[in-house]
């Protein structure tokens, strides 16, 4: 693989983060039906989880399902939901086979009760693998995670727990979905859009965006390792200067 030997494996980001976007758009250009852009989709996801287990990649998070998508039609929410089932079912053994620990981040509560049990039983399942978190973002959106956040902090100064002078950012990313997962160095979307959409809001205040006009089920183990090549050619600055970086 030619993009593979262009990385640098010293200056690996430790997270990233990838919008899934496109399956719909996808499928209409084949005329087929949305969800068969969606099953399509899956294999996007095993090759990109493949490809940043390789790379060295410690947490790899994938936007899945949005807060937001509860609004699309039920008849596309009900497969969407099937989908996520059978794939974490079939795909457990893989992890594991990989030592890939499965995570996730959202209001798993609100998932269909099918969907929240095979998710925790493989999430259990791989719970001591170490070499890489995949981290699924499902019914998840950032202002519904920072509300969240802002209302058990509000308890914790309510009971005493807390005074509202100790409240920093630690605390606030602390009560947040991600925590003790650092923020993202790398965040990915893929169909051509532009935007964040709800995600990880407070996380990516200093992520590197990369976008890419390939829809979702195209994406494939060279176009991430072109993200990453991507990423290693820039220069983050964090507010600082550039003599300040180079010279560090
Ligand atoms: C992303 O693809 C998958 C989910 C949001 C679940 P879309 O379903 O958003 O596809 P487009 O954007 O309509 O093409
Ligand atoms: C973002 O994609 C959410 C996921 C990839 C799960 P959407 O397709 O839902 O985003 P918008 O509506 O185009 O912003
Ligand atoms: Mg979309």
């Known amino acids: 693989m030619i993009a593979k030997d262009k990385i640098q494996s010293d200056k690996l980001p430790k997270h990233v983060g990838i919008i899934m976007d496109g399956n719909g758009r996808w499928a209409k250009q084949k005329g087929k039906i949305r969800m068969f852009g969606h099953r399509s989709g899956v294999i996007a996801v095993k090759e990109t989880v493949e490809m940043a287990a390789e790379l060295g990649i410690q947490y790899l998070t994938l936007y ?3 807060t937001e998508n509860w609004k699309r039609p039920k008849i596309e929410i009900n497969a969407l939901m099937e989908l996520l089932v059978s794939t974490i079912h079939k795909e457990t053994k893989t992890l594991n086979e990989n030592n890939i620990r499965l995570s996730a981040i959202g209001d798993i509560e609100s998932l269909p009760s099918s969907c929240r049990r095979e998710l925790k039983e493989a999430i259990e399942l791989t719970k001591n693998n170490t070499r890489m978190t995949l981290v699924l973002a499902l019914s998840y959106s950032s202002r519904w995670e920072l509300t969240r956040a802002m209302q058990t902090i509000a308890e914790k100064v309510s009971r005493k727990e807390l005074k509202p002078e100790d409240i920093s950012e630690e605390t606030i990313q ?11 160095e790398l965040l990915i979307r893929t169909s051509g859009e532009h935007r964040i959409s709800n995600f990880l809001l407070w996380q990516i205040a200093y992520t590197e965006l990369y976008f890419t006009e390939k829809l979702w089920p195209d994406f494939r183990k060279e176009d991430f390792c072109e993200a990453i090549i991507n990423f290693q050619n820039r220069e983050r600055r964090f507010g600082k200067i550039s003599e300040q970086i180079k010279s560090s």
């Not at 602390?174 to 993202?184: R, Y």
Request: aromatic share 8%; proline share 14%; net charge negative.
């Open 174 to 184: 602390n009560h947040l979905n991600t925590s003790g997962i650092p923020d993202p």
């Open 64 to 66: 899945a399902f949005s």
